[in-house]
């Protein structure tokens, strides 16, 4: 007895889809694509608990299902919220969504140093790119931010927690990456931070990819040297043979060095195979890879929409001797 | 109908032993449960009884125990939330340390309504001498058969443990207080699923407040028709009111509900009038988290009818003239108090106890305790009231729990109605740090701001 | 304290197995709020030798007790006084006089918000609601609640715990 699974059918913003059921409202969105895609900031589709955190995805559900037609009264986190059969969702669509989605922004904002130009992250920062698109360019909050000092979480990352906007996924990533989670949320509210309490180093070989999937530059590779503005580096797609890993990997070249090594991520972001620290820290010669190519981004971001491509300050050193 | 129900035997002497509580017709209940009814029984009566939870949201009961999720054979859990933390309610503790074996009476029976063998209390860290009360009772209830294996020969079993919180308002929230009984932070998840679904150790849990499920108690003795009977309107049954600030008799009160609020407030059988013979300014009517009432709103509804203490009376009007039952808090200010200072007390409250998950509250709480200090300090400008405005309307609604809610409706409320002392504080600055503004004066409501 | 100081003395290592034992097999890091109870009052503070053996007691990673003790407002991961004097501060209180009785003793103490006196005898701290507000002004004093304060209550409680030799973290 063969069975069809039984699709649901979903509109988001006059488009339609159909989805299998138990798909979240934002995946459906990404099948569709573009527009109607709402930003995600938390949501990391492969880790396990991520997503209804910064409510950035919120969109309105103005009709519940072909059963149960009514609106959901309040907006809902795209992110977490599965489909029913018959859905109606409005994202750009909906002035509510846009209203609300700008208020996000400004909250993830408040505390956020209002210094991309010298950010390692400028360039490539879903945050920037947020605020871009939905921000206002002007702050109404006129208290002191909260700031913290940079600090090295073992010999490769160093953590910036001024930057961070508590998404959590670099908890998710240790987490479900690693069987000894180091680090994690100290503190609660507006105070909250990420940190291991007491110095440590983490140092679990597959810690580095917190670097990958944390949304803003928190936390960073501090093995990235020529760490100028990521637009002088060329992205390669590369892999070599690893025994821990895929081996599979972005190097990106300044000339011909490599300059940094992350791994391979989506259009939304997403990192869907993680690379072990050997690959991302110590395999710093183009000997050490088998190029295959220039790396299309094809993100819709400020890096191909040259928003941001303005000399760099004359204070950020081009090269790092850190 | 003046009869209690909950505190009939509050004032005799030794109530919080078994012995005591016993002879005064305790765990009658239990037995007659135990010994004639089944399980749906109970959840039968509970709906009839029309009983709504008692920890602040007034979700009825019986529904709320019919949607527990029963899956074979994976265990369930019921407990009970004692973690009273919202600002202006204090009944849980009067009542768990007056008279234990009710609660635990209630844990029984709700336990054997849902199929629970496993139930626990969770109480706030700072009550710690009312957990060593409840472990106390519990080890009577088990020396007497009411807990442990096969109760009373009924072949039904259950443990029960007290548990503790650590400081932490947000564990209230049923998601936050099983995160945290579960030992972790108390941050509340994200839902669905519903606890009723996956809640404790992922398995199927009823969360009730401890005053809902001592109300079980009457409604098993004497059924929910006759529970219905008290009460008005979808208000059944009787309600504690935790009654604080300047009045004559401040304290824990169980009311029939349905008494007018000017009889509560007036009256010498409750609040005994307003203190040193100052006139009302304002009322916050079900703990913090509710919109406060002017004046002119307290003891008469928009419509100019008697304002009742019953879940519809009290929202009569919804936030733009009315507020909420909410938990019971009771919370009444005289002419000499400031409202300003007051929201940024509650607002600095609020962003105290914000878990930090979701941007919105984590950074609009902070925020509005700040603007809110500016003004009440003399360091205002008239934009910072249209700014708060705005910052609780990106809060309210748009949060994983209703912390971010409770945080926005009073700062709401209060520029709601009195947006004249918040203008008085901008307009004279350095009068607003040594003088209060007094009464507000009456005003119609213009329904924009809705 | 070196970690081989760290050591909870019998009777509260079987109070720690009572608490656990409050939850089925496998779920004991249930128990991590009220052993760090235990180990807060015993020890004096939450410092991090005292938190890792708490981790080693549920078998659970020291960042989740970390996690944890910096959530919850009740525990101290930095030295406080003898005794901690926590008024509420909140609306309730704060409209009975409460903002008049912290003053009162931060100058009879000498000390502010947050502080400790120099004898390491009081630690002040001002809390959020403690579910007394009828009976405003209140403070609490490790497991006590004391009400209905006034400025002369406030001397004779402070004269007491000075005076006690048993006055500890959990009050009198
Ligand atoms: C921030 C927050 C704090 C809460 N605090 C409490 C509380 O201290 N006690 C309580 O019984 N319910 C509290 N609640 C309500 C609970 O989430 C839940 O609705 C209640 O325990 C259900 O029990 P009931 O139906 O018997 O009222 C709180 C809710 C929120 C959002
Ligand atoms: S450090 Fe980065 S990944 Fe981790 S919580 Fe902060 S923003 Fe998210
Ligand atoms: S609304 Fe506030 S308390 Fe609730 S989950 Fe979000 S941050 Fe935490
Ligand atoms: S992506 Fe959905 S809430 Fe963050
Ligand atoms: S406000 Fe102080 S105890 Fe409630």
């Known amino acids: 007895m063969s069975e069809t699974n039984p699709k649901f059918k979903v509109t988001i913003d006059g488009v339609e889809v159909e989805v299998d059921p138990g798909t979240t409202i934002l995946n459906a969105a990404r099948l569709i694509g573009g527009d109607v895609v709402p930003p995600a900031m938390c949501y990391y589709s492969s880790l396990q608990g991520s997503g209804g955190k910064c409510r950035t995805c919120l969109v309105e559900v103005s009709k519940g299902s072909e059963k149960d037609p009514r609106p959901m009264p309040k907006l809902v986190v795209s992110c977490s919220t599965p489909i029913m059969d018959g859905m109606e969702v409005k994202n750009k669509s909906s002035e509510k969504v846009m209203d609300a989605r700008a208020g996000v922004v400004e909250m993830l904002l408040i505390n956020h140093p209002l210094d991309c130009p010298i950010c390692d992250q400028a360039g490539e920062c879903d945050l920037q790119n947020l605020a871009y698109e939905h921000g206002k360019s002007t702050t109404r909050y006129e208290f002191e931010r909260r700031t913290f000092d940079k600090v090295d979480i073992g010999e490769y990352i160093k953590l910036h927690m001024t930057r961070c906007i508590l998404c959590y996924r670099c908890v998710y990533t240790a987490n479900q990456l690693t069987d000894q989670r180091e680090h994690g949320i100290l503190n609660r509210g507006d105070a909250a931070e990420i940190g291991t309490f007491i110095e440590k180093n983490l140092k679990n070989e597959f810690i580095g990819n917190v670097i990958d999937v944390c949304p803003v530059g928190a936390l960073t590779d501090k093995t990235f040297r020529f760490r100028s503005r990521v637009w002088y580096t060329k992205p390669m797609d590369a892999h070599r043979d690893c025994k821990c890993c895929s081996g599979k990997a972005v190097v990106w070249m300044i000339g011909d060095e490599v300059a940094r090594v992350t791994a391979r991520k989506d259009q939304y972001g997403e990192v869907k195979e993680f690379i072990c620290n050997e690959c991302r820290f110590e395999k710093k010669e183009k000997s050490d890879w088998t190029i295959e190519g220039p790396r299309h981004i094809d993100r819709n971001s400020v890096i191909s929409a040259n928003h941001y491509e303005v000399e760099a300050p004359a204070h950020t050193p081009l090269l790092n001797k850190a | ?450 | 304290m070196s970690q081989e100081n760290i050591q909870l003395p019998e009777d509260l290592l079987q109070e720690v197995g009572r608490q656990i034992a409050k939850f089925p097999e496998g779920m004991q890091k249930s128990a991590l709020l009220s052993v760090l109870h235990i180990a807060q009052a015993h020890f004096g503070h939450l410092s991090e030798p005292v938190m890792d053996y708490v981790a080693r007691l549920l078998h659970i990673l020291p960042i989740e007790v970390y996690e944890v003790a910096t959530f919850y407002s009740m525990y101290d991961t930095v030295p406080v006084g003898k005794v901690k004097l926590e008024v509420c501060r909140t609306g309730p209180c704060m409209i009975e006089g409460a903002e008049k009785i912290v003053s009162y003793i931060e100058n009879k103490l000498g000390i502010k918000d947050g502080e400790t006196t120099a004898d390491g005898m009081f630690t002040l701290k001002t809390v959020e609601c403690l579910g007394a507000c009828g009976y405003a002004p209140m403070l609490q004093a490790g497991e006590k609640f004391h009400e209905h304060l006034t400025e002369a209550k406030v001397d004779e409680l402070i004269e007491q715990y000075r005076n006690n030799p048993k006055a500890n973290y959990l009050g009198l």
């Open chain 2, 1 to 450: 109908m003046d009869r209690k129900l909950l505190l009939e035997h509050i004032g005799v002497e030794g109530i919080h032993t078994h012995d005591v509580y016993r002879k005064q017709g305790g765990y009658k209940a239990v037995e007659k449960a135990l010994k004639s009814m089944s399980p749906d029984d109970i959840v039968e009566e509970v709906k009839k009884s029309g009983l709504r939870g008692r920890g602040g949201a007034g979700f009825p009961t019986g529904m709320k125990w019919s949607f527990i999720a029963k899956p074979e054979g994976v265990p369930r859990h019921f407990l009970c939330n004692a973690d009273e933390s919202e600002p202006g309610t204090f009944k849980d503790r009067y009542l768990m340390e007056k008279i234990p074996h009710l609660l635990i009476e209630g844990m029984i029976l709700s336990s054997y309504a849902l199929g629970c063998n496993q139930s626990y209390i969770y109480i706030r860290g700072e009550y710690m001498y009312v957990l060593q009360i409840l472990e106390k009772a519990i080890a009577e209830a088990y020396a007497n058969g009411w807990l442990g294996k096969n109760i009373k020969g009924s072949g039904f079993d259950l443990d029960l443990a007290v548990t503790t919180g650590a400081g932490a308002y947000i564990c209230g929230e049923e998601t936050a207080l099983i995160e945290s009984l579960e030992g972790k932070r108390g941050n509340p998840r994200i839902k669905p699923p519903f606890p009723a679904v996956k809640g404790l150790w992922g398995r199927p849990t009823v969360v009730n407040n401890v005053e809902t499920i001592a109300a079980v108690v009457p409604i098993v003795n004497e059924g929910g028709d006759a529970y219905a009977q008290f009460g008005i309107g979808r208000s059944t049954g009787t309600k504690l009111i935790s009654a604080s600030g300047n009045i004559n008799k401040p304290g824990v009160y169980e009311i029939n509900m349905g008494i007018t609020v000017e009889e509560f407030i007036y009256s010498d059988t409750y609040c005994g009038g307003m203190k040193n013979g100052k006139k009302l300014k304002a009322c916050v009517p079900g703990g913090s988290s509710v919109p406060i009432l002017p004046h002119y709103l307290v003891c008469k509804t928009a419509a100019g009818e008697d304002r009742l203490m019953s879940y519809e009376s009290l929202s009569d009007g919804g936030f733009a003239t009315g507020s909420m039952l909410g938990s019971g808090g009771f919370i009444v200010y005289d002419e000499d108090q400031c409202i300003v200072r007051n929201t940024w007390n509650f607002s600095r409250f609020y962003h105290h106890e914000s878990c930090g998950q979701c941007s919105p509250c984590r950074e609009g709480t902070g925020w509005m305790e700040k603007v809110l200090h500016r003004l009440e300090y003399g360091h205002g400008k008239m934009e910072d009231i249209d700014l708060l405005w705005d910052i609780q309307r990106k809060i309210e609604g748009n949060t994983i729990c209703p912390l971010g809610d409770a945080a926005a409706w009073p700062v709401a409320a209060a520029i709601r109605h009195f947006r004249e002392e918040f203008e008085w504080h901008v307009n004279e600055p350095k009068l607003c740090v040594t003088k209060n503004y007094g009464l507000v004066t009456e005003k119609k409501f213009e329904p924009v701001n809705a």
